[in-house]
């Protein structure tokens, strides 16, 4: 399975994403270092930059290249809207680390 960690490492709220990956990437130390519950994983990580747009173009990368299932990691809100509408369009599972956004609830996303 292709996980797309999508989350900003750079900018002054980058230590936010450090923790995130860093969190991701010990629970995968602790099954060997290339699974998760006994499935094979390779875990594609990409600086969002704190930008909507960008965060968009990494999703969209990673979807058509990558062929990613399973995204994460996304951790500011203005982000999550940009990437997250497109990745349900495309039927790709998003497992978020926080709440989603109020304006995102109301449409059902």
């Given at each position: 399975?292709?996980?797309?960690?999508i989350t900003t490492l750079s900018t002054s709220g980058g230590y936010?994403?450090?923790?995130?990956?860093?969190?991701?990437?010990?629970?995968?130390?602790?099954?060997?270092?290339?699974?998760?519950?006994?499935?094979?994983?390779?875990?594609?990580?990409?600086?969002?930059?704190?930008?909507?747009?960008?965060?968009?173009?990494?999703?969209?990368?990673?979807?058509?290249?990558?062929?990613?299932?399973?995204?994460?990691?996304?951790?500011?809100s203005n982000v999550d809207l940009a990437v997250v509408p497109g990745?349900?369009?495309?039927?790709?599972?998003?497992?978020?680390?926080?709440?989603?956004?109020?304006?995102?609830?109301?449409?059902?996303?």
């Amino acid at each position: 399975m292709k996980i797309g960690f999508i989350t900003t490492l750079s900018t002054s709220g980058g230590y936010l994403g450090e923790d995130a990956r860093d969190g991701f990437l010990l629970a995968m130390a602790e099954e060997g270092g290339s699974s998760l519950g006994g499935v094979p994983v390779k875990l594609l990580v990409e600086d969002d930059g704190l930008m909507p747009a960008k965060g968009k173009e990494i999703a969209d990368k990673m979807v058509l290249q990558d062929k990613a299932t399973l995204f994460t990691g996304i951790i500011y809100s203005n982000v999550d809207l940009a990437v997250v509408p497109g990745l349900a369009g495309r039927r790709r599972n998003v497992c978020e680390p926080q709440r989603r956004p109020l304006a995102a609830r109301w449409e059902g996303l």
